[in-house]
């Protein structure tokens, strides 16, 4: 956008305080929300439209087909960005008509959770298991990783996490989700020995190397006694998969799609699992009831009649 002031640029700002303090949520979110909204404002100006009552259906059609590059997941996150921006104008009567709202998004390939099957989690987990007590990063990514297994938190939540959120003695974490929401969820007898091992020896000592303050709250603490930031818990991730032998890429969310996926496959229904991810919608969640192909072969040759 230019730097001179359009009716675009302040709607967008406008639009931005109120998703980032009136509806309280992440700050990446909103950072996402402004990129997105930046590219369809340019847009928007090129093809010569100087405010949104300018905006037509066919100008949002078009904005979505610029985007020919894109993956179908992207386009639909942009558009989702557009459709929040008219809804925004609409409430605040600066529209009478929401034109967007009628564009959906372009159908993409449906993808599967990437997920780890129970002996891979096994082995991950084992691969950062401590030789001793004097280690406190091994005793840190120990307690990391099965807290996130055991809890289903986004790396977020674990990283945003503090001393205060978790209760041992009886087996529950408190964690802040999307848009401030807290949820309190189960921590296993695995993750709470392994955060008991870690918060008895492992954190004090990582205190003690903070060069300046150490960090009274933060659960997680770096090797400056510092908040475990988001992109230390992705390396943790990855060099413990690599040491479990774990031969493709993972991230954190991949514990995360584990843990849904684990739960559902236990037996678990579709709306406890939600609660326990922090889904808005359980139509996120459903995603997860998906069967494994092993899972559909093993069905079809016990229930078919000329299987075999």
């Known amino acids: 956008m230019s730097d001179k002031p359009t009716e675009f640029t302040v709607l967008v700002e406008q639009f931005l ?56 997941s992207s386009k639909a996150r942009r558009l989702a960005a557009v459709h929040e921006l008219h809804r925004f104008a609409v409430q605040q009567n600066l529209l009478t008509e929401d034109v967007s709202q009628a564009v959906k998004p372009p159908k993409g390939v449906s993808r599967l959770p990437d997920v780890l099957s129970i002996d891979e989690v096994s082995q991950l987990l084992s691969a950062v298991s401590p030789m001793s007590s004097d280690d406190p990063v091994a005793l840190r990514d120990k307690a990391l990783l099965e807290f996130m297994y055991a809890t289903g938190c986004r790396v977020s939540e674990a990283s945003g996490s503090n001393v205060e959120d978790v209760d041992l003695e009886n087996g529950l974490s408190r964690l802040m989700g999307k848009g401030s929401k807290q949820r309190l969820v189960p921590v296993g007898s695995y993750a709470c020995r392994a955060m008991e091992a870690y918060l008895n020896m492992g954190r004090p000592r990582l205190q003690k190397r903070a060069k300046k303050a150490p960090e009274m709250s933060a659960l997680f603490l770096n090797m400056r006694g510092k908040r475990l930031s988001r992109q230390s818990i992705w390396q943790i991730v990855q060099t413990a998969a690599q040491n479990a032998g774990i031969n493709r890429q993972i991230h954190p969310h991949t514990l995360r799609h584990s843990f849904a996926t684990h739960l559902i496959q236990g037996g678990a229904d579709v709306r406890t699992v939600q609660e326990l991810l922090g889904h808005a919608s359980v139509t996120t969640t459903q995603v997860y009831t998906h069967v494994s192909p092993e899972k559909l072969i093993e069905m079809y040759q016990t229930a078919h009649p000329r299987a075999r």
Do not use: M
Request: proline share 0%.
């Open 17 to 72: 305080v109120h998703t980032g303090v009136e509806r309280g949520l992440a700050h990446a979110t909103v950072a996402a929300y402004q990129s997105d909204l930046t590219l369809y404002i340019n847009w928007l100006q090129h093809q010569g439209r100087q405010c949104l009552e300018d905006v037509s259906k066919q100008d949002v059609e078009g904005f979505v087909a610029s985007l020919s590059t894109e993956t179908s």
